[in-house]
């Protein structure tokens, strides 16, 4: 504990740039903490058995339709509960941030597939007998002060009407809610696949993906081979996945987002190792007269050298575990707000360990050369200097 001290006085001898160097770790490693979980959340693999629910895409692109027929099929599939469908919809809603996703979705069917979706019996009835009816999340209606009987106007920018115009207006006939802590992109603005079909311009008879109940959860994957098996070959083969696997398959398309992720911290530790390289080289410069008076009080070359090395270790550590808390902390309300975009997000406590280990790493790499040049001082020569 002793030497503890040592160090931590020699690390704050110039306070204002330890601070500095210190702060710039700390934003490094809060970087590192929600990136590398952004990374995760991209790139890890998704296990689809003991799931209840799948989900059936294009195999190539999630762009490709695929022909609502498809649902018969499926259904035919031993262990198929039932099977839903919808498509993206796109559109805006009076201004371009206003994001949020709309299906078209045939009612009933949907809150089957979902029956975690709570929605009044009567506003479903009214959903499913009003042509161009449409439901959203209690939460949703809120935010925007929609209100039961409100038209709803929202903006083609994938589907204009058969006349040409892209406004459609929907009548918002109930509201239904998500179960909080929903992890997957479903909470959406919802109306009738039926109207949806007949006004669209084009793209009648086909769904951007169909959703699977299955009877038996332990069968999950098994079902999922045979369904994709049964459109082996066929102009439309299909990929099956969970809810999960294909939400962040939706937000892949933007690009590699691992390696984006993996370049973006890549560039950032560059950077703090040469800042904090610099921090501790200056230090060093400015103590090398002390460096020689520890060694003539009986300091050995060894214990000089672990003594430098250790406030490089400190500041690192220190820092990184700092950056990382802060990570650990915001995690719940950044997975909150980028729920329907990334879901899953969360930062796991391997993050966290394998972060503090190369805070440890980067604290000796900059500490190196200094405490190896420490261990060679002479006595003499640094005295000299003074």
């Given at each position: 504990m002793r030497f503890l001290s040592l160090i931590w006085a020699g690390l704050f001898?110039?306070?204002?740039?330890?601070?500095?160097?210190?702060?710039?770790?700390?934003?490094?490693?809060?970087?590192?903490?929600?990136?590398?979980?952004?990374?995760?959340?991209?790139?890890?693999?998704?296990?689809?058995?003991?799931?209840?629910?799948?989900?059936?895409q294009p195999k190539y692109s999630i762009i490709d339709p695929?022909?609502?027929?498809?649902?018969?099929?499926?259904?035919?599939?031993?262990?198929?509960?039932?099977?839903?469908?919808?498509?993206?919809?796109?559109?805006?809603?009076?201004?371009?941030?206003?994001?949020?996703?709309?299906?078209?979705?045939?009612?009933?069917?949907?809150?089957?597939?979902?029956?975690?979706?709570?929605?009044?019996?009567?506003?479903?009835?009214?959903?499913?007998?009003?042509?161009?009816?449409?439901?959203?999340?209690?939460?949703?209606?809120?935010?925007?002060?929609?209100?039961?009987?409100?038209?709803?106007?929202?903006?083609?920018?994938?589907?204009?009407?058969?006349?040409?115009?892209?406004?459609?207006?929907?009548?918002?006939?109930?509201?239904?809610?998500?179960?909080?802590?929903?992890?997957?992109?479903?909470?959406?603005?919802?109306?009738?696949?039926a109207y949806f079909d007949e006004a669209s311009q084009f793209g009648q008879g086909t769904v951007s993906w169909f959703v699977v109940r299955v009877a038996d959860q332990s069968k999950a994957a098994e079902i999922a081979r045979s369904i994709d098996k049964q459109f082996e070959n066929s102009p439309n083969e299909t990929r099956t996945a969970t809810e999960a696997e294909f939400a962040r398959q939706f937000a892949n398309q933007i690009g590699n987002m691992g390696l984006m992720m993996g370049g973006i911290l890549g560039a950032v530790f560059f950077t703090i190792i040469l800042l904090t390289g610099n921090t501790m080289a200056q230090t060093f410069r400015e103590r090398v007269p002390e460096l020689a008076v520890l060694k003539t009080l009986g300091f050995s070359d060894a214990l000089v050298s672990l003594l430098v090395l250790g406030e490089a270790v400190l500041l690192c550590a220190f820092g990184g575990a700092i950056g990382l808390g802060i990570a650990a902390l915001l995690a719940p309300g950044v997975a909150h707000g980028i729920k329907d975009i990334l879901p899953g997000?969360?930062?796991?406590?391997?993050s966290l360990v394998f972060g503090l280990a190369i805070a440890v790493l980067l604290g000796i790499v900059v500490g190196a050369v200094p405490a190896l040049t420490a261990r060679r001082l002479r006595i003499v020569d640094a005295l000299r200097e003074r």
């Open positions: 001898r110039r306070k204002t740039r330890t601070v500095l160097t210190l702060f710039s770790i700390i934003v490094a490693f809060l970087l590192f903490g929600l990136l590398r979980s952004i990374a995760d959340a991209f790139t890890v693999g998704v296990d689809v058995a003991g799931v209840d629910r799948l989900i059936v695929l022909p609502i027929s498809h649902a018969s099929q499926i259904a035919q599939v031993a262990g198929v509960a039932m099977v839903a469908h919808a498509n993206w919809f796109g559109g805006i809603y009076q201004e371009r941030k206003n994001f949020f996703p709309k299906y078209p979705v045939t009612p009933r069917d949907w809150f089957t597939a979902y029956p975690e979706f709570r929605i009044d019996p009567a506003q479903l009835d009214a959903f499913e007998k009003t042509r161009t009816g449409a439901v959203a999340p209690a939460e949703l209606a809120t935010k925007y002060g929609w209100h039961v009987g409100d038209k709803i106007p929202v903006e083609a920018d994938i589907y204009p009407k058969k006349d040409g115009t892209r406004l459609w207006e929907f009548d918002l006939v109930g509201t239904y809610d998500v179960p909080s802590g929903d992890s997957t992109r479903n909470g959406a603005f919802l109306f009738n696949y997000f969360e930062v796991v406590w391997q």
